[in-house]
């Protein structure tokens, strides 16, 4: 196998690099996915090199539903580990932070996860969309719960490997697929 060349990436004048994650975490069962016509694949990559198209199941209420994470306490870790056999792999991680434990629409939500592997959208603050969990291994790995004088929530971690970075979503197609 050939190596790629590399290129010249350019800065992005004026862009805040260190912007974070919202408070929007999206969030949909991979079932509620499906194989789009003549691909292995849920979703499609332009040559532009973003996700251009992410299948829905044939349900036209399903969608991704955005998970009631808390203002900036959410993260996303992707960790990229070569090894000397020339395989790699990409560990990918989403914590978040569900509030009020003594909700039954909270518990019901995290409940939801457990065991289901699912596919996530997560908005930056500069208002670029990432996608997780398009190839089905994005599961919940742990939850945190705290009730303090200064906490009220489950920090939720889910986790997967994949062989891909994670994907940029083209957001022309967002109202599509996300229940705004």
Do not use: H
């Amino acid at each position: 196998m050939a190596c790629n060349s590399l290129t010249l990436l350019a800065r992005e004048c004026g862009k805040n690099t260190k912007t974070g994650v919202r408070d929007d975490v999206y969030l949909i069962a991979y079932s509620d996915l499906a194989i789009i016509s003549g691909t292995t694949d849920v979703y499609s990559v332009s040559s532009g090199g973003t996700i251009s198209a992410i299948n829905l199941a044939a349900s036209a209420s399903t969608k991704f539903v955005k998970y009631g994470a808390v203002k900036d306490q959410n993260a996303i870790k992707s960790d990229y580990t070569y090894n000397d056999n020339g395989s790699f792999d990409i560990q990918k991680q989403l914590t978040f932070t569900l509030a009020n434990v003594g909700s039954i629409a909270a518990k019901t939500a995290v409940e939801n996860l457990f065991s289901n592997p699912v596919a996530a959208l997560i908005r930056l603050k500069n208002g670029t969309w990432l996608a997780m969990g398009l190839n089905g291994q994005l599961q919940l790995k742990t939850i945190a719960t705290e009730v303090s004088t200064s906490a009220n929530g489950r920090v939720l971690t889910l986790a997967g490997s994949d062989v891909e970075e994670i994907g940029i979503v083209d957001p022309t197609i967002i109202n599509s697929i996300v229940a705004l």
